[in-house]
């Protein structure tokens, strides 16, 4: 079993849809959870992170951790076209990262 | 400016051949890191150092050897390239060991044949 799990999609959903991106991880240890986005043929990017469990928002995008159940979220609300990429979710602790398989997402105008 | 910067971003070459792929970071950053994103996106670890010193040295073939000469830049070398080292290889640094953000190459694109 892997460490971080990610449907790997692909999801494709109309412009202005509300967008919901999962994972789930097996190792409680981990404290802080990310979500990279990473473009054709680009490096991912740092789009947030949250430490431990709750929301965090940023403008359309939010994060949620359940570390009860081990479940990542992100949320991404009025989707556009230019939100089109691929979203790692990724558990980190000491310098440890582990990434999961990431989800390809298309938003047709 | 680029932060991250690898070279070369395609590389093309035959089964058997020895080859390197070279990073540098102009972030000031401590720590550096080599990803390989398989063919289905997955991206894992291989390596990580922490001014030029190795720290992470996940199960990577021994083909695969490491170097670091100054904090700012980490290279990869591969001997006797084999099929299945065909990838997109990412270079990374963060500012330190604990840092949770890590800011990503470009990639570089092997294709063994």
């Known amino acids: 079993q892997k460490e971080v799990e990610q449907d790997p999609g692909p999801l494709s959903v109309p412009e202005g849809a509300i967008v919901s991106l999962n994972c789930t991880y097996s190792n409680s240890a981990f404290q802080y959870f990310m979500w990279y986005r990473q473009y054709s043929r680009k490096g991912p990017e740092l789009l947030m992170y949250?430490?431990?469990?709750g929301n965090k928002e940023d403008g359309r995008f939010t994060a949620q951790v359940d570390k009860s159940s081990k479940y990542i979220s992100l949320f991404i609300r009025d989707s556009q076209p230019s939100d089109s990429a691929t979203y790692l979710c990724a558990i980190h602790e000491n310098n440890d990262m582990r990434f999961g398989a990431g989800t390809r997402l298309t938003v047709k105008p | 400016d680029t932060a991250v910067s690898q070279t070369p971003k395609y590389l093309v070459t035959q089964m058997g051949n020895d080859k390197s792929i070279k990073c540098e970071q102009n972030?000031?950053?401590?720590?550096m890191y080599w990803y390989k994103q398989d063919s289905k996106k997955f991206l894992k670890i291989m390596f990580s150092?922490?001014?030029?010193?190795?720290?992470i040295n996940e199960t990577v073939p021994n083909r695969f050897s490491p170097k670091s000469p100054d904090k700012a830049h980490l290279n990869l070398h591969i001997n006797s390239l084999e099929l299945g080292d065909s990838a997109v290889y990412f270079c990374a640094s963060s500012q330190n060991r604990l840092a949770v953000t890590q800011y990503f190459g470009p990639g570089t694109r092997l294709l063994v044949l």
């Open positions: 949250t430490y431990s469990s």
């Open positions: 972030l000031g950053h401590d720590t």
């Open positions: 150092y922490n001014n030029k010193e190795l720290i």
